[in-house]
C-alpha cells in the first residue's frame, strides 16, 4: 500500500517515547487506537510486512489517511489513556464493551449528617463512598433488600438536621427506621450504623456482626431491651444471608478471581468477590471485537476497563495466566497497592478455576441466547482453545493419523477449527508445508507426540506444557485415540480386500481393469463365485468362454 505524502513524514518525526496513537480515515474519523511503549517503533510496523496479517489488520491499514499521537510520561499512562479515549470514541476496530453503558451502584452519602444509601449510576455526589458498578440488577436489588432490613437507614429526602418532619414517617412505625428526623435517634448513633452498613458493603460481615453483638449488649446492660431485641433481630437475619455461602469457602483473606473466556469475536470476563474466605458476588462483563487480538491484550484491557474503575477491590487478584510483562509493569503502576497473582495450585487455583467456568458458562449462555450456536461445547474444548491460543473455540476439529494420510489435505471441504496431528515437532512442519501447498495457510495445525503427550505448536521450539490431568490434554489424546483406531480399522479392510480380489489377477485374461468390472457389478468375490456365465459375459469386454475359465477357477479353489 502507498503512504501518502502527509502521513510518511509524520510516521519519520515520530518520538521514540510512550504514548497513544489515532489511525484515523480521510473523513477525520477515529479507526482505531492504541498505546506504544515506542511510537517511532510501534507505529510505522502497520505499513510493514506484517500490517495486515489479518484481514481485520489489512481492512484497517487500507482506510488509514492519518495519525493522530499523544505523548505520555510512561506506559502505565498510556494504557490508561488508550482506555478513556477507547470509551469516548469507540472505534469500529478496537476491543469494545458489547454493553458500554454506565451501570448502578450504591452510594452513601456520608458527607451528610445523617447519610442515605442510593442507588445512582453517576459519580456525581459530593463526599459519597461508591460500592459497584452492579452489572447483575438482581444482585443490587437484592443488597439493598438486606441493607434494609438489617440496618435501620433513614429512606426520606430531608435536607436532615436543616429540613425534618413534623413527625415520623411509616417506616417508624414498622422499625424500619429510628426516627433521627424527630431526634428519635441521635446523630452519633445513626452514625455508627452507618459506618456497619459501609463495612458491609465492603464484605467484612464478620466486623459487622461483632458490632451488632457488642451493640446488643451494651443496650441490654442499659436495660433498653426493645433497641437490644432490634439488633438481636439484625444479627438473625445476618446469619441467614450468610448460611447458604458457607459452601463457598475458599480458604482465608480477601481476594478477587479473574476469569476469561473467549469465542471468536466475543470475550467475558468474570470477577468472583471473595472476602473473608466467603464468596459473596459475582460481577461480569462481554466485550467484542477480539478475534485478532492476543490473550494478553483481552486481560489487560479487560483489568483497565473493567477491574480497575471498581470502587471496591482486594488487595490480591487471582488472574488466569501472567499479563504481558509490560502490561504486568503497567498495572503495577497504576494499582502499585494491588498483589496480581497467577495461582497454581490449592485454593486460590480452584478459585480462579471457577472464575473461568463462570465466564465460559456466561459466554456460552449469551451465545445460546442470540442463536450463534445450537448446543453447548462441554467445557475441555473451551480449555483446548485457551490453551492452544486459538481465536475460535475449535468446536470441529479433525486428527490425522499420519500413518494413513501421508499429509494430504482435502480439498473443496470446509475448514476446521483446529487439525491435530498425530506426531511431533518434524510431522508438524510436513502438515502446515502440505496446508500452504494446498492455499490453507491460515488452518490451525497443531500435533501431538504420543512417547512424552507432548503438544507442538506452529513456530515453537518447545512443546506446550500442559498437565497430565489437563481436560485440553485429555481432549486431545481421545481424538488422536479415536483417529488411530479408524486408521488401524481402514487399514485392516483395505489389506483384506486386496488379498480376496487378488485371486482374481491369477486368473489368466484378467487384470486390473476386468477385476474392477466385476468388482462393481458384482461387488465382492463371494458375488462373482454365484453369478452365471451368461451374466459375467454381458459385461463389456467378457466372453461366454472367459467367464466359464473364471467360474472353473473360482469354484477348483473352494
Known sequence: MAIPDRLSRTLEALPDKPGVYLWKNAAGEILYVGKANSLRARVPSYFGP????????????????????????????ALLLENNLIKEHRPRFNIRLTDDKSYPRIAVTLAEPFPRVLVTRRVTIPGARYFGPYTD???????????????????????????APDRPCLDYHIDRCR????????????????????????????????????????????????????????????????????VELVGGGDADAVGIARDGDDVCGVVLRVRGGKLIARDHWFLENAEHETEGTILATFLVRCYLPLEVRARKVLLPFPPAPE????????????????????????LAEL????????????????FDIDERAADPVFALGRDLGLAVVPRAFVCIDISTNQGRIVENKPLPDLMVIDGGKGQLGAALDAARA??????????????????????????????????????????????????????????????????????PGIGPGRRRALLERFGSLAGVKTATPAEIASLPGFSTKL????????????
Open 50 to 77: 506484517d500490517g495486515g496479517h489479518t484481514p481485520e489488520r489489512a481492512a484497517l491499514v487500507s482506510q488509514i489517511a492519518d495519525l493522530e499521537t499523544i505523548i505520555v510520561p510512561n506506559e502505565a499512562q
Open 137 to 163: 440488577v438482581a444482585t443490587l436489588r437484592q443488597t439493598l433488600k438486606i441493607i434494609r432490613r438489617i440496618f435501620t437507614v433513614r429512606s426520606c429526602h430531608w435536607d436532615l438536621p436543616r429540613e
Open 179 to 246: 426516627a433521627p428526623c424527630v431526634a428519635l435517634q441521635s446523630a452519633g448513633d445513626y452514625r455508627r450504623m452507618i459506618d456497619d452498613v459501609v463495612v458491609f458493603l465492603e464484605g467484612k460481615t464478620v466486623d459487622v456482626r461483632t458490632g451488632l453483638r457488642q451493640r446488643m449488649q451494651q443496650a441490654a446492660g442499659q436495660l433498653d431491651f426493645e433497641r437490644a431485641a432490634q439488633v438481636r433481630d439484625a444479627l438473625k437475619w445476618l446469619d441467614q444471608l450468610e448460611q447458604p455461602q458457607a
Open 327 to 350: 502490561d504486568l509493569a503497567s498495572l503495577n503502576q497504576l494499582a502499585p497497592e494491588v498483589d496480581w497473582h497467577v495461582p497454581q495450585r490449592g485454593s486460590k487455583a480452584q
Open 355 to 370: 472464575a473461568d467456568q463462570n465466564a465460559r458458562h456466561l459466554l456460552d449462555s449469551l451465545k445460546i441466547e442470540s
Open 438 to 507: 494446498a492455499g490453507r495457510p491460515e488452518l490451525p495445525i497443531v500435533s501431538l507426540a504420543k512417547r512424552e503427550e507432548e503438544v507442538f505448536l506452529p513456530g515453537g521450539a518447545d512443546p506446550l506444557a500442559l498437565s497430565r490431568r489437563s481436560p485440553s490434554l485429555k481432549l486431545l489424546q481421545r481424538a488422536r485415540d479415536e483417529a488411530h483406531r479408524f486408521a488401524v480399522s481402514y487399514s485392516r479392510h483395505r489389506r483384506a480386500r486386496r488379498t480376496i480380489t487378488s485371486e482374481l489377477l491369477t486368473i
Open 547 to 558: 467367464a466359464e475359465r473364471i467360474l472353473d477357477r473360482l469354484h477348483a479353489r473352494v
